[in-house]
């Protein structure tokens, strides 16, 4: 190689040998005649100092090194001099004494800085992606990456799975996005499709009796980009036969409680993993996906507040809906501008608005409010014993604020999380340091999509309903449950599967259920239901996204910050500048024909 050793191993041990380093010039200092130089490698960085006394030809090119230049230097291990070492590096206490430099690449000025942690445009970044690497927070996300990827696959492989790589080039599988297609030079008028994820092919592994499967997956699903989305995804997937749920939670459950402190020890995580049925955490929290780092639990008040005078809450209830609410420690003196900033969060979901209830008199029990304490237009149409309820129900007191919404349940849900998670971010509840994972269960099989009138699967349509509920799938199917699990992790879904369908006649008759013609289901999943007929093993699993955790781990907020090269908002690599026009032979090769409105 051309260099003995990585920058951080050398350290004082290595006191007055002579090592070979070589890496990318990350700052240069001139002090009068002596240079010092930063050497910036994978490993971190090491001083250099280059001194015109010692070696006058290394100090010639030493005067010319420039940011971002790749240079191979050798020289001798020294401490450094007393009251120049830097406690925050790892190799802070010693230098490197040149004897020889030699310059192995130019640089031009980067088009930003890579040895300080500024704010760059992000598409800035992306386009120049291999530089935004260099830098050091980028590096340690990469690299942390990595290792959350190595524990997965030694954690797995000690358990008994099977790595199996599966197919890019499939047919289209559902999991409710749209496919990316990729047209057949063969078979004009043909198309693959890309995976939005392996399912199908490891449910065949089980079907092939491989019991135990794993695999660093590429998924594909032509969605709209946001923070913790992207095109194309990483996600690990699994599949085990002749298991049950908690066959499936369990080993997750070691796998992630294990997996973050070997990575990040200073990371708390709260255990065991919180349970919560689907329905509980809509109750309580408004979503399928609740931050249970701090409280802010939802209530009920429909029952003290429905039969107060105040039209917005007497309609909802007379409609079949509820007054649900939170109370916001603390925030019960809000300015007008505060208030309002709330109300557009709660418009942001669709909804009216949100009634808000400001309580003064700080440290008061809620029993104890009087009329002129209470700031709200809802005020005027409750007496002080219905605000004293609502306060009581919501634990809150005087100081705080109540937030009140009104509507069907999908509607205060809405309004509800999205408060939650505001006041949250306001009062800065959720702590960094914490993991706290929950699993969610007990998720209804199916939804009813009224847009198209008719039912859609929750999750994905392999899923099993549960068994007691097989009976009366067809007769009742707003009814049923799935044996669906989601893990969740401080707000975000981090991992997602089911326990199957393995016969084929159940599975058919979902797909009817779904308003697939038997043609179309013969045509699309013939091949699943062919399988199942073989003899099919009970078998369930999962996928976990490994973009959002690491994401989490890194504690960076968008998943392109953990992603080599990512896309970006608009679904565009700037490094490569895809998406992008190809040659007409190209076309002509695929059948393709361009819209003239499009060129
Ligand atoms: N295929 C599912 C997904 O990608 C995961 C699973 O059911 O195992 O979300």
Same mark, same amino acid.
């Given at each position: 190689m051309l260099k003995t050793h990585y920058a951080t191993e050398v350290n004082s041990g290595l006191l007055g040998q002579t090592v070979t380093l070589a890496g990318w010039v990350d700052r240069r200092r001139d002090h009068g005649s002596l240079i010092f130089i930063d050497l910036r490698d994978v490993s971190g960085v090491i001083q250099l100092a280059i001194n015109p006394e010692v070696e006058p030809h290394a100090h010639e090119i030493g005067s010319t090194l420039r940011n971002e230049y790749v240079v191979q230097v050798t020289g001798q291990v020294a401490m450094r001099p007393e %009251? =120049?070492?830097?406690?925050?590096? !790892?190799?802070?206490d010693i230098e490197i004494s040149v004897k020889k430099v030699e310059i192995l690449a130019r640089a031009k =000025? !980067?088009?930003?800085?890579?040895n300080e942690e500024v704010e760059v445009d992000e598409n800035v970044r992306l386009r120049y992606r291999y530089l935004d690497l260099r830098r050091s927070r980028m590096k340690r996300n990469i690299l942390t990456r990595h290792s959350v990827i190595r524990y997965m696959r030694n954690f797995l492989d000690s358990k008994g799975f099977a790595e199996v790589d599966t197919p890019i080039l499939i047919k289209s599988t559902p999991e409710g996005a749209r496919d990316y297609l990729v047209p057949s030079r063969i078979y004009p008028g043909k198309f693959y499709a890309l995976p939005q994820s392996p399912q199908q092919m490891k449910q065949l592994l089980m079907v092939a009796g491989l019991e135990k499967y794993y695999q660093i997956a590429k998924c594909f699903r032509d969605e709209d980009t946001r923070a913790d989305r992207q095109p194309e995804f990483t996600q690990l997937d699994i599949e085990m036969s002749f298991v049950e749920e908690g066959d499936i939670m369990a080993l997750m459950e070691e796998l992630f409680s294990g997996l973050v402190p070997a990575i990040r020890p200073d990371i708390k995580v709260v255990m065991p993993f919180t349970r919560l049925t689907y329905a509980e955490a809509m109750e309580r929290f408004?979503? +399928?996906? !609740? +931050?249970?780092?701090y409280d802010l639990q939802i209530n009920d008040v429909t029952d003290i507040t /429905?039969?107060? %005078?105040?039209g917005v809450f007497q309609k909802a209830a007379s409609a079949g809906g509820r007054i649900r609410g939170i109370a916001a420690p %603390?925030?019960?003196?809000?300015s007008r501008r505060e208030l309002d900033g709330l109300q557009e969060i709660a418009r942001s =979901?669709?909804?009216?608005g949100v009634v808000t209830v400001s309580l003064g008199k !700080? %440290?008061?029990p809620a029993g104890e409010? &009087?009329? &002129?304490?209470v700031h709200s237009i809802a005020a005027k149409y409750m007496d002080i014993e219905q605000i004293r309820q609502v306060a009581t129900r919501l634990k809150a007191a005087g100081g705080d604020l109540l937030l009140l919404a009104a509507g069907d349940d999908d509607t205060t849900s809405a309004v509800l999380d999205r408060l939650r998670r505001e006041i949250a971010r306001r009062l800065s509840l /959720?702590? &960094?340091?914490t993991f706290h994972f929950c699993f969610v269960t007990d998720f209804p099989l199916f939804y009813r999509d009224t847009e198209h009138n008719r039912w859609d699967s929750m999750h994905h349509p392999f899923t099993s309903p549960r068994e007691e509920d097989k009976p009366v799938v067809a007769e009742k199917p707003g009814e049923v449950f799935g044996r669906h699990y989601d893990l969740v992790l401080n707000g975000y879904e981090i991992a997602g599967g089911s326990i199957r369908i393995h016969e084929a006649d159940l599975q058919r008759m979902i797909f009817r259920l779904l308003a697939y013609t038997d043609e179309q289901i013969d045509e699309r999943f013939g091949h699943m239901l062919e399988a199942f007929s073989y003899g099919a093993p009970p078998h369930g699993g999962i996928a976990a996204g490994i973009d959002r955790f690491v994401m989490l781990l890194c504690q960076e907020s968008s998943i392109r910050e953990v992603i080599p090269f990512p896309k970006n908002q608009?679904?565009?690599d700037l490094t490569f500048g895809a998406p992008d026009f190809v040659a007409p032979e190209q076309l002509d090769d695929l059948h393709i024909k361009i819209d003239d409105k499009i060129s």
């Open positions: %009251g =120049t070492q830097n406690s925050k590096l !790892p190799t802070g =000025t !980067p088009p930003f800085y890579i408004g979503c +399928d996906k !609740p +931050d249970l780092r /429905a039969a107060s %005078g105040f %603390g925030c019960g003196n809000y =979901t669709g909804a009216g !700080p %440290g008061t409010l &009087e009329m &002129e304490d /959720a702590d &960094e340091k608009n679904a565009q």
